[in-house]
């Protein structure tokens, strides 16, 4: 839900409320991460103009409640275990029209509510985020909704910690490149090439080498969880769903009585993913039709990254999509070239063989190669 005034306090600034409420409470729970929840308000009050034609300056203060799938249910409702409340403050500059320059404070009170196990209270962790944030857009193409000519280059920084204090500590950098070459009047060559670092700082680092404890090292991977690189899904490395690609665990959650069996993704500190794709027009169809295929590799790392094929995790496929006023609407089936143990097996059947509840190996299921992504949007 949305609301905008479009003059507020004249000059051109405007004012939007935005309400938000994803309940999960009719979404499918299948074999991979069980739906999450948000619960989020939030106002951004926009300022143009300011010193210059080219800045502008974003205040957008929110308060939100989520049920976070890589933590712990809590025994709030709806297993609400993340309560965050702050103010994202953003200056936007506009070197050319979509070539721009942001940098962002990001300022939030989190308390993280967790359930270790059935039988014992909820545990609290309640801390400040300090976020600094800097990224841009650079290069050139020919149309920046639909390109079919050009490159373009998006480097980030992030920091927290440091000077800004926070209480969770990292730095992160990486760079995404993407290019397009056109081949024929109706065919295009797109590539994307994505890497990213992530480095704890100070007492974060500590923590998470299991320096201070083990009560404080879970408390920091906690807080780490949303911040580490993850892959997979339809606007990443396709095959997998969201997340699913890489090191991944088994977890068993209980929950009003209902029993789910699920992989949690681990994450990682270093990311790598390329992307292929071939983009052309569908016979006997007109302009707003086009067909795609495609080859999607990704890589996460702990600590270091291995620069070999065989490293990858691959998958291709074939794709159609169908330009509307909002955008493409884009169908990719896509097929796992090298899965993982767990991709082809169901994450019960792993779990209860690994915890020594069957004799039984987990049996393969090929269909588990294939999947299928819809959405909204150019893949990049």
């Known amino acids: 839900m949305r609301w905008t005034h479009r003059n507020f306090l004249g000059d051109a600034r405007t004012l939007t409320l935005n309400l938000a409420a994803q309940t999960g409470l009719l979404a499918r729970r299948g074999p991979g991460t069980p739906p999450p929840r948000l619960f989020r308000f939030s106002a951004l ?17 929110f308060l939100e409640y989520q049920r976070d799938p890589l ?12 309560r965050e409340f702050g103010l994202n403050t953003t200056l936007f500059y506009e ?7 942001t940098l962002q404070h990001a300022f939030s009170r989190a308390l993280q509510l967790t359930q270790q196990r059935r039988d014992t209270t909820s545990t609290r962790d309640l801390f400040d985020k300090s976020i600094l944030s800097l990224t841009a857009t650079f290069g050139r193409t020919n149309n920046y909704f639909n390109p079919r000519r050009g490159y373009l280059i998006r480097p980030f920084a992030e920091l927290g910690g440091g000077l800004i204090g926070s209480e969770i500590e990292y730095y992160r950098l990486g760079a995404e490149l993407t290019g397009y070459l056109p081949l024929t009047r109706r065919s295009v060559l797109a590539g994307r090439l994505l890497f990213g670092r992530l480095e704890p700082l100070g007492r974060s680092r500590e923590a998470l080498a299991g320096r201070l404890g083990r009560t404080d090292s879970l408390r920091y991977e906690n807080r780490f969880d ?18 699913q690609l890489g090191p991944k665990v088994t977890r ?3 929950s009003d009585g209902d029993t789910t069996i699920y992989y949690e993704p681990i994450g990682g500190n270093r990311k790598l993913l390329l992307n292929l794709e071939l983009r052309f027009g569908l016979p006997g169809l007109g302009s707003d039709w086009q067909g795609a295929a495609f080859l999607d590799g990704g890589q996460l790392g702990q ?9 990858f995790r691959w998958a291709a496929g074939l794709g159609v999509r169908y330009q509307t006023p909002a955008g493409f609407i884009r169908l990719d089936l896509a097929y796992k070239l090298n899965p993982s143990y767990e991709d082809l097996r169901d994450p019960a059947d792993v779990y209860r063989y690994r915890q020594g509840l069957t004799d039984r190996p987990p ?3 090929w269909q588990r190669r294939l ?10």
Do not use: C, K
Not at 71 to 82: C, K, R, V, Y
């Open 45 to 61: 009050f926009r300022q143009p103009y300011l010193f210059s034609r080219r800045m502008e300056l974003l205040l957008s203060p």
């Open 71 to 82: 933590l712990e249910d809590s025994d709030e409702p709806l297993q609400i275990n993340t």
């Open 95 to 101: 070197i050319y029209p979509f070539r721009t320059v």
């Open 226 to 243: 949303p911040i580490l690189f993850y892959a997979g899904g339809s606007s990443d490395v396709r095959g997998w769903g969201l997340q």
């Open 252 to 254: 068993l959650q209980i």
């Open 303 to 311: 600590d270091r990254l291995v620069l070999r094929t065989t490293a």
């Open 363 to 365: 049996e393969v299921h």
């Open 371 to 380: 999947r299928l992504h819809l959405s909204i949007g150019q893949t990049f």
